[in-house]
Structures are given as C-alpha cells and as structure tokens.
C-alpha cells in the first residue's frame, strides 16, 4: 500500500458522495428541510475533510520522517467520524441531543488544521 493515509481519504471521499447523494435523491421527500440541511452539511464538511486528509497523506509521503502530517491526518479522521457522523444521524432521527457531539468533531478538524500549521511553520530539514 502506498500510504494508509491515501486509502483512508478515498474511502471517505467515495462515502462522502454517497451520502451527499443520498441526501440530494433519496431523503429529500423524508426529511424535514432542517433534517435535510444537517445531513447536507455532514456530508460537505466529510468531504472537505477527506480532502484534508488525502493531503496530510501526500505530505506524509514526501516528508516521511516527520509524524505532524500523519497526526494531522487522523485527528481529521475523528473529525470526520465525531462530526459528520453525528450530523448524519441527527438529521436522520431528528434527536437533538446528538448535536452534542459535533462540536467534540469540530475540535478534532480544529487541532487537524492546527497540526498542519505548526508542520508549515518547521524550518525545512533535509531529506536522506
């Protein structure tokens, strides 16, 4: 396998789609129109964060001794899981108290980006 990272970002990129899709033809008759804006907005941000994280793969792969875009990577993954999932199943049962969760997502997208700052900000090492 090339990097997990690349792996872990197409499949998320393949699911985002598939629950935007859902969430354009399938839902739109079911769902109230805010049910229908939650789940709409699970599916931007899981494929925003897919892209985020095939990125932290490609910078993983040209720096591989350095942990930060690997880190980045994952604490996008649990963003993904922690936000959009929640996002996804509040607009689906309509139970308000799952939006609870999403926050706990965004702060994994948050401390992701955050990571990607401070790999940004490294004075450049060489490579062996």
């Not at 990129?13 to 859902?22: E, P, Q, T």
């Not at 689906?92 to 994994?108: D, E, K, M, Q």
């Amino acid at each position: 396998m090339s990097h997990p990272l690349l792996f872990i970002a197409a499949i998320n990129g393949f699911l985002s789609v598939c629950f935007g899709a859902f969430g354009a033809h399938g839902l739109e008759t079911t769902l109230e129109p805010e049910q229908l804006e939650t789940f709409r907005t699970g599916a931007q941000y899981h494929m925003y964060h897919s892209l985020a994280i095939f990125g932290s793969g490609l910078l993983a792969i040209q720096n591989p001794k350095d942990r930060l875009p690997r880190i980045s990577g994952y604490l996008f993954l649990l963003g993904i899981f922690f936000f959009s999932g929640s996002l996804y199943v509040l607009g689906l049962s309509g139970l308000r108290s799952l939006g609870a969760i999403a926050p706990i997502g965004g702060l994994f997208f948050l401390a992701g980006w955050g990571v990607i700052c401070v790999f940004g900000l490294k004075p450049k090492t060489k490579q062996e």
